[in-house]
C-alpha cells in the first residue's frame, strides 16, 4: 500500500519500524561507496594485456613511425580506425588524444572561447550560455561553469530531452551556444537520444550562427541488454541538414579499458576537424602514441571492443539487476521512489518524495554509505525540487551493491515517513 495511503496509527508503526531497522544499519557499520562511475577492479584486470604493450621490440605503427618520438598530432591511424569504425565517422573526422575526453572537451570549449570558432567572434567576448539537459553530468556542468558559461536547465526524460523548450530557447537567445549531449545511457538517467531527436538538434535554427552540440558519446559501446543499438550518424545527419560544423563529437576508452589511462577521441565535420588541431597544434606536439599503439594492438578491430564490452557487461550487468531488484522489493510498493531502469552506461537515477534527498544522502552517510551529493546532477549543485540522487553500481563488488542498496531503501522510507509526519 503506498504512503499516502497509510492510517495515522500505521504510518506511525512503520516509522518506529524503519527507525529501528536504520539504527541496526548504523550499527552494522559499513563503509561502503556508490558515488562514482568508476570500473571495478575486477574491470580494470580484463585489460592487463595492455600493460605489457606494445613490448620492447615494436616502436612504429602500421605505416613505419616512430611511435616513441613527436608528432602526429591527430592520433595513430590504427586505433582511429577502430573508433571511426565504432562511431561511424570517416576516419578522417576523428582524431585521438590522450587519456582524457574531459580535457578534449575543455580544450575544444576553451578554443572556441579564445578564438572563436573558424572565423567567428570568440565566445568569451560576449555572454555565453549553455543548455545543460537535467539530470546530467556533474562533470559537464562544472567544467562549462568554470569556463564562465552561463548554465541553463531543461529537461531531460528517460525518453529524451525537453525539444520544444530547447528549439524555443536556441531561436530566441544568440548567447546560447551550446548543449551538452550525452547520446547514448546518458549520466545519470541512461536516456538515449533517437535518430529523430538528433535530426532535430542539428538542424533546428538558432539564433547563434555558432550553435554546437556537445556529443559525448561516453558510453556509445556499453550496453546492458542484447540491443546493442548502433550510433546515431550524427555528423551526417548536421550536414544533411546543412549545418555540418555544429556538433563536437567526443569518446574515450576509459570505461573499456583503463579509466585513468585510456585513450580518448574529437570528431567533427572536417573543417571542425582542422579548426581544433590548427589550435591543438599551439598546446601540444603530438599526444601519447605508445598508449595508441597498446590500445590498437589489444582491441584489435570494432569487434575486438564489442567482444570486450560484453565482458564487462558479464560483470557489471548483476550489479545493475541487483539495484533493480532491491529498489522493487523494498520501496515498489509505498509509492515513495521511482527510479530508471537502464540499458546501458553507469548509473541509475531514484527520484525519492521532494524534498528529502538531501536528508536521504545525510541518512545514508551516517549509516556509512557514500551517495553523490543531492543536486550533483543539475546545474549549479542545486536540486530545487531536491529529489535526483544518482547511483553508481559499477565500482563495489556485488555483495556490497546489494548492501549499499538495500541500506539506501531504509533511509529513502524513513526519511519519507518522517516528512509525511511533520
Ligand atoms: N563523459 C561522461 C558522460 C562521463 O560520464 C564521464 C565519466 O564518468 C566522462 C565523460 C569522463 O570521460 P574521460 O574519462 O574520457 O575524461
Excluded at 504512503?3 to 508503526?13: T, V
Excluded at 561507496?33 to 580494470?44: F, I, N, V, W
Excluded at 618520438?69 to 565517422?89: C, T
Excluded at 563495489?396 to 538495500?406: K, M, R, S
Amino acid at each position: 500500500m503506498s504512503l499516502a495511503e497509510l492510517s495515522p496509527a500505521d504510518l506511525s508503526a512503520l516509522a518506529e519500524e524503519l527507525t529501528t531497522s536504520y539504527a541496526e544499519l548504523k550499527d552494522a557499520g559499513l563503509k561502503l561507496d556508490l558515488t562514482r562511475g568508476k570500473p571495478s577492479a575486477e574491470q580494470l584486470d580484463l585489460s592487463n594485456e595492455l600493460l605489457s604493450l606494445p613490448g620492447a621490440d615494436r616502436t612504429t605503427d602500421g605505416s613505419g613511425t616512430d611511435i616513441r618520438n613527436y608528432g602526429g598530432l591527430e592520433g595513430l591511424p590504427e586505433i582511429r580506425q577502430i573508433f571511426a569504425d565504432l562511431l561511424g565517422i570517416p576516419v578522417a573526422q576523428l582524431i585521438a588524444a590522450d587519456n582524457s575526453s574531459l580535457s578534449v572537451m575543455h580544450d575544444s570549449l576553451a578554443f572556441a572561447l579564445l578564438h572563436g570558432r573558424a572565423g567567428g567572434t570568440p565566445w568569451a567576448t560576449r555572454p555565453h550560455k549553455i543548455l545543460c539537459p537535467t539530470p546530467g553530468y556533474d562533470r559537464h556542468f562544472q567544467l562549462a561553469e568554470d569556463l564562465g558559461f552561463e548554465l541553463i536547465s531543461v529537461d531531460l526524460s528517460a525518453d529524451g530531452p525537453d525539444l520544444e523548450t530547447i528549439k524555443r530557447l536556441v531561436a530566441e537567445d544568440e548567447a546560447i551556444k551550446a548543449i551538452w549531449v550525452v547520446p547514448t545511457y546518458a549520466n545519470p538517467n541512461g536516456a538515449v537520444y533517437s535518430e529523430a531527436v538528433t535530426r532535430e538538434l542539428v538542424s533546428m535554427p538558432t539564433a547563434a550562427d555558432d550553435f554546437t552540440v556537445l556529443w559525448d558519446n561516453a558510453y556509445a559501446v556499453h550496453h546492458l541488454t542484447d540491443d546493442e543499438l548502433a550510433p546515431v550518424d550524427v555528423l551526417g545527419l548536421a550536414a544533411e541538414a546543412g549545418n555540418p560544423d555544429r556538433v563536437f563529437v567526443y569518446a574515450s576508452t576509459s570505461k573499456i579499458t583503463f579509466a585513468g589511462a585510456g585513450v580518448s577521441f574529437f570528431g567533427g565535420s572536417p573543417a571542425t576537424v582542422a579548426w581544433y588541431l590548427k589550435h591543438l597544434s599551439k598546446r601540444t606536439i603530438g599526444p601519447d602514441k605508445t598508449n595508441h599503439l597498446r590500445h590498437a594492438l589489444y582491441l584489435k578491430d570494432a569487434d575486438g571492443v564489442r567482444a570486450l564490452m560484453r565482458r564487462h557487461r558479464a560483470i557489471i550487468a548483476p550489479k545493475f539487476d541487483a539495484v533493480e531488484r532491491i529498489l522493487g522489493d523494498r520501496l515498489g510498493s509505498y509509492g515513495v521512489a521511482t527510479w530508471t531502469q537502464p540499458h546501458g552506461g553507469y548509473f541509475v537515477t531514484l527520484d525519492v518524495v521532494e524534498n528529502t534527498a538531501t536528508e536521504v544522502v545525510r541518512l545514508a552517510k551516517e549509516a556509512g554509505i557514500a551517495l553523490t551529493p543531492a543536486g550533483s546532477s543539475h546545474p549549479y549543485g542545486k536540486d530545487p525540487q531536491d529529489r535526483t540522487i544518482r547511483i553508481a553500481p559499477t565500482f563495489p563488488p556485488l555483495d556490497q551493491v546489494t548492501a549499499a542498496i538495500d541500506g539506501v531503501a531504509t533511509c529513502v522510507l524513513l526519511a519519507a515517513v518522517t516528512k509525511l509526519l511533520r
